[in-house]
T-cell receptor
Framework: AQTVTQSQPEMSVQEAETVTLSCTYD???????LFWYKQPPSRQMILVIR??????QNATENRFSVNFQKAAKSFSLKISDSQLGDAAMYFC?????????????FGEGTQLTVNP | DTAVSQTPKYLVTQMGNDKSIKCEQN?????MYWYKQDSKKFLKIMFS???????INETVPNRFSPKSPDKAHLNLHINSLELGDSAVYFC?????????????FGPGTRLTVL
């Protein structure tokens, strides 16, 4: 079974600075997808960024980018120019590419605080 | 133009009662899911339906029964509620084969069992 580990329960960053959230995963599959979701206090789960394992290029979405290291099974999220609205719980998630409609396996989450 | 909606958003009830949570998506997706988020914020899959057919049924007490009347709806019925059922329940949907089957979540239903 796949597992996802986020080793940082809490992180903090100064507004306008850069922060990196860590995520590692364990799988024997070669085809899979990785995601970062954000959950602000409103509890809505919001997709931040997505990475296909077969793509070598790291995904980017505006201020959000990932460092995908397939061999190391690492998928970190970098937030540049942090804003107060980035404060939230961030979840890393894994989805198998071998079975359509399969589940997301989530990490434990990292609570990000942005200090003004 | 809400993509994935859930009703109710809050549900407070007594132990032993039966309750339902409704989910609807207007994204044209063919797969829908129920996840449970516990008090420590951990999210875990409960069920998944594809075109009204159950495809994932995790180790969930049989007091929980999902029902999918059509592709756009997936309801969750819970019988004989227990204190440990208190959690946030999320509905999600995805399109098979689309963008890694990215799942889009509803706003969640916070269930409190007293």
């Amino acid at each position: 079974a796949q597992t996802v580990t986020q080793s940082q329960p809490e992180m903090s960053v100064q507004e306008a600075e850069t922060v990196t959230l860590s995520c590692t995963y364990d799988t024997s599959e070669s085809d899979y997808y990785l995601f970062w979701y954000k959950q602000p206090p409103s509890r809505q789960m919001i997709l931040v960024i997505r990475q296909e394992a077969y793509k070598q290029q790291n995904a980017t979405e505006n201020r959000f980018s990932v460092n995908f290291q397939k061999a190391a099974k690492s998928f970190s999220l970098k937030i540049s120019d942090s804003q107060l609205g980035d404060a939230a719980m961030y979840f890393c998630a894994y989805r198998s590419g071998e079975t359509s409609g399969s589940r997301l396996t989530f990490g434990e989450g990292t609570q990000l605080t942005v200090n003004p | 133009d809400t993509a994935v909606s859930q009703t109710p958003k809050y549900l407070v009830t007594q132990m032993g009662n039966d309750k339902s949570i409704k989910c609807e998506q207007n994204l044209g997706h063919d797969t829908m899911y129920w996840y449970k988020q516990d008090s420590k914020k951990f999210l875990k899959i409960m069920f998944s339906y594809n075109n009204k057919e159950l495809i994932i049924n995790e180790t969930v007490p049989n007091r929980f029964s999902p029902k999918s009347p059509d592709k756009a709806h997936l309801n969750l019925h819970i019988n004989s509620l227990e204190l440990g059922d208190s959690a946030v329940y999320f509905c999600a949907s995805s399109r098979l084969g689309g963008l890694g089957d990215t799942q889009y979540f509803g706003p969640g239903t916070r269930l409190t069992v007293l």
